[in-house]
Every structure is written in C-alpha cells, then in structure tokens.
C-alpha cells in the first residue's frame, strides 16, 4: 500500500523556519522524483519544489527561491522541505507528491497546514 505521510506543518511567526518531512512507504522511492505543493484556501495547488530522483537536480518557484530547499533521504525514504523566511503568503495546506515518468506514477499525501502568523 502505498503511503505519503506528512509532518512538521503548524503556526509559526513571520520570519520564522519550519521543516516539512514526508515519509513515503510502498513504492521504490528512489526511482520517483519527488515534489512540495501547496494550495492556499480559494487557490489552485502550485508547486513549490521538485528534486529529481536521482543526482539531486531541485527547482523551484520564484516566489521561494533563496527561502525553501528541497532534499531527500533515499536510504530513509524521505522527502524534506526546509523553510525560512516564512511569510503570511506562505500559509497554504502543504502536499507531498511522488512522480514517476517511465511508466507513469502519480502519488499525493493527505497534506499538511502551515499557518504564518503574528
């Protein structure tokens, strides 16, 4: 069965840092790239950050950059997200997301909320 579990989300300050962590079971993680996605309420779901599966290629939206980093654990099965900085702007239900291009796999967690505010 496959699962995407996210954790770290919560209410921080303006300025302040959390850390995303996703742990994904059931699959061959390390053959998956693997992406950050947020949705703010009212708004579609964006992405913020991939890494590639493998050789740690990361790219980001404009609106993070110099603010997130992406990075994975592949003996750990484990996908993180490092923010600082953090703005009200940046409050948005976070989602983990597995993607895999030969023979296409899609797979999404249940989320996680990040609330920034004073």
């Known amino acids: 069965q496959v699962q995407l579990v996210e954790s770290g989300g919560g209410l921080v300050q303006p300025g302040g840092s959390l850390r995303l962590s996703c742990a994904a079971s059931?699959?061959?993680?390390?053959?998956?790239?693997m992406s950050w996605y947020r949705q703010a309420p009212g708004k579609e779901r964006d992405l913020v950050a991939t890494?590639?599966?493998?050789?740690?290629?990361?790219n980001y939206a404009d609106s993070v950059k110099g603010r997130f980093t992406i990075s994975r654990d592949n003996a750990k099965n484990t996908v993180f997200l490092q923010m600082t900085s953090l703005k009200a702007e940046d409050t948005a239900v976070y989602y983990c997301?597995?993607?895999?291009?030969?023979?296409?796999?899609?797979?999404w967690g249940q989320g996680t909320q990040v609330t920034v505010s004073s």
């Open positions: 997301n597995a993607q895999r291009m030969v023979f296409p796999r899609v797979y």
């Open positions: 059931g699959f061959t993680f390390s053959s998956y790239a």
């Open positions: 890494i590639a599966s493998v050789g740690g290629i990361t």
